[in-house]
């Protein structure tokens, strides 16, 4: 039953965090050219965008889990 505590919590925690912040961008640098001392690095960005729907379920999942496992 503890093991069903800990995923609900988890999941819980997670969908609270999916709520939170909907959306966050991480940047990588990639080289362009490259040309003996000569060097272009541009970084580029990406967005992971979570759907508030899942963050919810999620956190309702997780809710259920808790009590189920206590």
Do not use: C, Q
Request: net charge positive.
């Amino acid at each position: 039953m503890k093991t069903l505590l800990v995923i609900g919590l988890i999941l819980a925690i997670l969908g609270l965090i999916a709520l939170a912040v909907p959306s966050f961008t991480y940047f990588t640098t990639e080289r362009v050219a490259d040309v003996g001392f000569f060097k272009i690095d541009i970084s580029r960005p990406h967005t992971i965008v979570f759907n508030p729907i899942v963050g919810g379920v999620a956190l309702a999942a997780g809710i259920i889990l808790v009590l189920v496992g206590l």
